[in-house]
C-alpha cells in the first residue's frame, strides 16, 4: 500500500511561516489531493485541498479558518503536493496529514473536507505555533 510521506513541520512563532510538502513511496496519480489537521483531543478536520484531475486547471479549497493565509500547489512535474502556511497562529498547532484520493470532480466539492473521501494518507508532521 502506497505510503505519503510529509515534511516540512516545526515550531514557530505567531506570525511565522511554514511549507509542508509530501511525496508519495511510490507512483500514484491521485485525482486530488487533500491536508487534514487534528489537535490533541479533537477530530481530524480538512484545512486545504485540490483537484487536479483535468487538464484546464485546478481546483482548490480552504477551510474557512485558513482562508488568506493557506495556499496548497501542487507540482505537477514533481507530482507533490505542497501547503504554504503564512499568518501562522498558536490554533494552527497540530499534526497535519496529506492524503490523496481518486474519482471525479462531482460532488467532490460538498465533501473535500472529509476524510472518508481519501485513500491514501501519510503519517503526519507536527506543527507548533506559540504565542
Known amino acids: 500500500q502506497v505510503q505519503l510521506v510529509e515534511s516540512g513541520g516545526g515550531s514557530v512563532q505567531a506570525g511565522g511561516s511554514l511549507t509542508l510538502s509530501c511525496a508519495p513511496s511510490?507512483?500514484?496519480?491521485?485525482?486530488?489531493w487533500a491536508w487534514f489537521r487534528q489537535a490533541p483531543g479533537m477530530e481530524r478536520e480538512g484545512v486545504a485541498a485540490?483537484?487536479?484531475?483535468?487538464?484546464?486547471?485546478?481546483?482548490?479549497y480552504y477551510a474557512d479558518s485558513v482562508k488568506g493565509r493557506f495556499t496548497i500547489t501542487h507540482d505537477k512535474a514533481k507530482n507533490i503536493p505542497s501547503l504554504q502556511m503564512n499568518s501562522l497562529k498558536p490554533e494552527d498547532t497540530a499534526m497535519y496529514y496529506c492524503?490523496?484520493?481518486?474519482?471525479?470532480?462531482?460532488?467532490?466539492?460538498?465533501?473535500?473536507?472529509?476524510?472518508?473521501?481519501?485513500?491514501?494518507w501519510g503519517q503526519g508532521t507536527q506543527v507548533t505555533v506559540s504565542s
Open positions: 511510490t507512483y500514484i496519480s491521485p485525482t486530488y
Open positions: 492524503a490523496a484520493g481518486y474519482g471525479g470532480r462531482s460532488g467532490y466539492g460538498g465533501r473535500w473536507y472529509l476524510p472518508a473521501a481519501y485513500t491514501d
Open positions: 485540490i483537484y487536479t484531475g483535468e487538464r484546464r486547471g485546478y481546483y482548490v
